[in-house]
Nanobody
Framework: QVQLVESGGGLVQPGGSLSLSCVISGIEISAYAVGWYRQTPGNRRELLTSITAGGHTYYDDSVKGRFTSSRDNAKNTVDLQMHDLKPEDTAIYYC?????????WGQGTSVTVSS
């Protein structure tokens, strides 16, 4: 059974930092592209960052320079370091694993940026 379990969300003040982690079981992520998305009510899930199986990394302009993603194929984990958080970063954050057009999702973790 494949599971993606995100953790690390919470409440943080503007300008603060949070680290999200995604533990993946049931697959070996070394063959997968992994990524982080977020979604707010009424909006589409948007891709923030992805790392291909070969290690190439993409960041959306909205998080470039503030967020850093990483993968550990040995531990089957994907992390997202978030800095200089803004109220507009408030969302449910999801990790994903994708191969050959098939995408797997976690249940999401909530991030709220508010003073």
């Amino acid at each position: 059974q494949v599971q993606l379990v995100e953790s690390g969300g919470g409440l943080v003040q503007p300008g603060g930092s949070l680290s999200l982690s995604c533990v993946i079981s049931g697959i070996e992520i070394s063959a997968y592209a992994v990524g982080w998305y977020r979604q707010t009510p009424g909006n589409r899930r948007e891709l923030l960052t992805s790392i291909t199986a070969g290690g190439h990394t993409y960041y959306d302009d909205s998080v470039k320079g503030r967020f850093t993603s990483s993968r550990d194929n040995a531990k089957n984990t994907v992390d997202l370091q978030m800095h200089d958080l803004k109220p507009e970063d408030t969302a449910i954050y999801y990790c994903s694993a994708r191969k050959y057009g098939s995408e797997l999702w976690g249940q999401g973790t909530s991030v709220t940026v508010s003073s």
